[in-house]
């Protein structure tokens, strides 16, 4: 192993370094306690002086440094300096990527389920969205009786006071059914499930929760409310920013100027663009333009009264027939010294024997799905159009390493109602709750037709296209097919691991992803996790 030279430093510059740095002699070393503009202008600096990242920052970032006060942190260090770079490189050079060396962590609460779509859009950002399998929505919320449900301000505020009225009041009868067929679910499943022997009243619980929550989450609106974590670059917010201030939904807008105030807190270099009006401005404008644009063009060609063709839950619109020649000669391409068009010549004279063996070796001994084969894998893709209720379409979209296109809300495509409903002799008052969203959805869809999806429960069906190569869609099928899944993505799963074996003829492939399951919708789907769950904490 290489030796690493350590630089020298004064005991004043050690003292210094020891409260951003977090070592002062290896090659390998985090920044804390500073700016993200600061971290960000450091790098971009970094990239070019010969100096090393320590001894930039004594050199050329430590002119504010107060050192005063708490020896721990100073958060003012080198920031008049970083503000000044990032105007030089943002505006002088045009280096876009300077913005994704400094990142932010942000808490977004009380978003529609619309609204968590729009903000959780960018590939290049993480997600974590609170999730109805774990919290109940029965409840109303302390100091104000309401239930946890977006109320859009032009509606309620509308000159057509019934209608605001009319909202709140269908918003609360659905809420009010889910809270009255949570307990009635909850003893079905008690009922019907026996509770294993092995485990203990806290696991079969919990799991016992979830599927009521499953079963009933179908209820919900799309005005219900979530909260979001967001952790993204600079560059990351700026593109979310720009595409949420051009959105026709009003809660849309209004949460971007909330986002960019809090954010300018911690990154405002980073954001100087978004509301200039030839930079961000024009952008967003340019975004709207071309929406606007392609509703009147689609409006033109398309007449509403159009018929709409059946469709099964999951259908394969495109693939290569090709596909698994050409893995074949991505796999071996790396292993080779050949060009690859005389590669993939030899690979199509080859027998079906040897392309298997190839496509095993480079699969390997897949312990478990975790286990990922390369990037051969994204030589070939997929397109599914897909016809599945909300809720499914909610956790499927948040898959960002794929294309994913979605149509408008609307209660048009009908509902799914889960089996468990029915055999604990609620489906007739959840149909109701359906008739319910679908009238508001119509009453909404005239005057306010951006806002009327807030009416549309999660049961009722949306249309998405997804498109992925071979290596998404292995991490997507085999996540989203396990049994602790939900059932409506789960069958989604199944259908598209399906069409890649029959519909596209691509076996090998197919038969590479060999964690997906296949098998019937469990009893309980939480029952495995919850085990896990408890055995961590015991282990603990």
């Not at 970032?61 to 050192?67: A, K, M, N, Q, T």
């Not at 897909?386 to 609307?410: C, N, P, S």
Request: aromatic share 10%.
């Amino acid at each position: 192993m290489s030796v690493y030279v350590a630089e020298d430093f004064s005991a004043d510059e050690a003292d210094i370094l020891r409260r951003y740095f977090t070592n002062l002699d290896g090659p390998v070393f985090a920044l804390v306690n500073l700016p993200e503009v600061v971290k960000g202008a450091l790098f971009a600096r970094y990239s070019r002086s010969p100096k090393s990242l320590r001894r930039l920052f004594l050199d050329e970032f430590v002119g504010e440094l107060d050192i005063t006060g708490d020896a721990s942190i100073d958060a003012t260090v080198g920031l008049r300096r970083a503000e000044e770079l990032y105007d030089r490189v943002f505006f002088e050079y045009g280096d876009d990527s300077v913005a994704q060396l400094g990142g932010v962590h942000l808490a977004c609460e009380q978003a529609s389920n619309l609204l968590t779509k729009i903000l959780e859009w960018g590939r290049l950002m993480a997600y974590l969205e609170q999730s109805t399998r774990y919290i109940a929505y029965d409840a109303r919320l302390p100091n104000t009786g309401r239930y946890r449900y977006y109320r859009p301000p032009e509606v309620l505020q509308s000159e057509d006071h019934k209608l605001g009225t009319r909202y709140v009041g269908d918003m609360d009868r659905l809420f009010d059914t889910y809270a009255e067929l949570l307990p009635v679910l909850v003893d079905h499943f008690r009922d019907t499930i026996a509770k294993d022997e092995a485990d203990s009243d806290f696991v079969y619980r919990q799991a016992i929760r979830a599927k009521a929550f499953d079963s009933l989450r179908g209820i919900l609106p799309a005005a219900a409310q979530s909260n979001v974590g967001i952790y993204g670059t600079g560059q990351g917010y700026e593109a979310l920013l720009l595409r949420m201030r051009s959105h026709p939904l009003p809660e849309s807008r209004a949460y971007a100027d909330l986002m960019l105030a809090e954010l300018r807190k911690v990154i405002p270099s980073f954001l100087k663009r978004v509301d200039l009006d030839d930079r961000g401005v024009a952008w967003s404008n340019y975004f709207e333009g071309s929406r606007t644009a392609m509703d009147e063009v689609a409006a033109r060609l398309f007449p509403t009264d159009l018929d709409v063709d059946p469709a099964p839950v999951v259908t394969l619109v495109d693939h290569d027939p090709d596909a698994e020649v050409k893995l074949v000669t991505s796999a071996l391409y790396s292993h080779l010294s050949l060009p690859e068009a005389q590669i993939e010549a030899r690979v199509r004279r080859m027998g079906t024997a040897d392309r298997i063996a190839v496509l095993r070796a480079y699969e390997g001994d897949r312990a478990n799905r975790r286990h990922k084969p390369g990037r051969a894998l994204e030589r070939s893709s997929y397109r599914f159009d897909v016809l599945a209720d909300y809720g499914a379409f909610r956790d499927l979209q948040r898959h960002r390493m794929l294309t994913i296109e979605w149509q408008k809300l609307t209660p048009h495509h009908g509902y799914t109602r889960p089996e468990a409903v029915e055999s604990a002799g609620a489906a007739e008052r959840f149909d109701e709750a359906m008739t319910r969203s679908a009238e508001l959805y119509e009453a909404l869809s005239g005057p306010f037709p951006d806002d009327a999806s807030y009416a549309v429960s999660l049961a009722y069906r949306i249309r998405f296209v997804m498109q992925m190569n071979a290596r998404e869609a292995m991490h997507l099928i085999e996540l989203r097919t396990t049994p602790q899944g939900h059932p409506a993505y789960r069958l989604v799963g199944q259908e598209m691991h399906r069409l890649i074996a029959e519909e596209a003829g691509h076996p090998a492939i197919a038969e590479m992803m060999r964690f997906v399951d296949n098998s019937a919708e469990p009893e309980l789907e939480r029952l495995q996790a919850e085990r896990r769950a408890e055995n961590r904490r015991l282990g603990r």
